[in-house]
Structures are given as C-alpha cells and as structure tokens.
C-alpha cells in the first residue's frame, strides 16, 4: 500500500512538473498524453470501445459474406492503433522528454514488440474463416515492411505478407492504395483510428476540424466505416493546432469552459 502511495505522489509530482511552464518539447508532450496514454493502457472503457468496434464489424461480415458478389470481398484495416498498440512508445517519447520522430518511431517498429489491440486478432482470424480477403492498409514507411510483417506474424495476424500489407511509399493519402485494391475487390469494410483510413476527403480538416466532411458520410459509420478511439496521436491535432503540438496555455485558451 504504501508503495501504491508513493507511485501516485511521484504521478502527481511528475504532472506537476510538467505543467510549471517550462514550453520545451518534451513538456508539451508530456502535458498533452499522458492521461490519453494511460487511458489507452488501463481503461476498461477503451477495451470495451475496441470490442464493441470489433463485433459490429464482425456482424457485418456475417450479414454480407452470402450474397451474390461478382468481386471478391475485401476488409481494410490500418496497423497503427487499429490492430497494433504502440502505447509503448507514447510511453518512451514522455520518458526521454522528447517528441516524434522518424528515427525514435523506426527504432520502436524494428523491436517488433507491439501487441495486439483486443479484439483485432480474433475479428481478422473470423475474416479468414468466412473467406475474405484482408489488406492492412498502414503509413508506416516501407522501409519498415521487415519489422512490420514479423510483428504480425508472430501475434498470428491472418494475411500478414507482402501482397496483403501495403505501406506508405510517396504519399501518405491512402486513396491510391486503396484504388487498387477496388480494382478486383469489393471493400466490404474500412477498420481504423483517423478518418484519413476511410477516405481522403478526410484528410482537410480545416472545415470544423473536419466535421462538416464527416457529418456528409454519416450513415456509413458502423455498416462500411469502423472506426477505433486514439486519444493518443492523430489526424485531428493538426486540425485543432495546426502550427503543431501546443503547451498547456495554448490548450486552455483552446478548450470551451463553462
Ligand atoms: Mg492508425
């Protein structure tokens, strides 16, 4: 117990610290994701998300894989918080006091020690029974294919080859990507954590955030779009604070109160 207590004054202290107005980088982060992370990590909210997420999913395979289809049918899922946790890494980036970047990412990617967001392996492994087709559809870099593939190999991950596995090359628009796998496919289904994993009008989100782009594709959520929560990182902090990550008084000023 007394342990458990100094581990919750060390968090508070840690927190306190890290909104004393020092604006380096590391701190910014720090303010910004902590609670995401541990929200991600520990709640049973975020679980029962990803298992509510999974099973309509799944349902919805179920419903269509006995129609008439002149296409084979397809599921799309990004890797990165959709069927792999990299919480991990949040977790380094506050440990070091350092921020993103391309190196740090691929020295995480390459240990292969991402786990498997609850719920993905199963849905993918019932794909594979029903007879359907699975692309993993991920801007991570090519050059981390390796890494990648064996990460989810060894979690046992259906489809996990090069064929199956479509990485960023040039652009991080997924549309092209996407567009060759409609060429022989019907895409049953879009699984991801940024709207950017369904289509790339999502992309722009100086419109509300981009709001007023999603609100127009509305009904497609939950029967072809499926989308999974990321407090952590995304698409919608450019929207929110497009210069980049803020401080804590760029967040205040930010936020609605009462
Ligand atoms: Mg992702």
Redesign the pocket.
Known sequence: MRKTGTGIVMLIMIVFLSCGGNDSKGDKDSVTGMQAVLWSQFSAEAEALYLQAFNIASQVMRDSVDGNHDKSLAVIL?????VLDNSPFNVEMMRKGTSYSEELWAEWCELRAAIAIPGALEFTLLAEQLGIDLFYV??RSVKLLDSTLDNLNELGFPFADTLHIMLKKESSSKDVRRASIREDHKILLLI???LG?FDGVFDDRSDEYGKVELRKFKDDFGSKFIV?P?PMY?SWERGVFPEGRPGKEEVLEKLRGY
Do not use: A, F, Q, R
């Open positions: 990004d890797i990165d918080e959709t991920s801007n991801g954590d940024n994993d999974l990321n995304g």
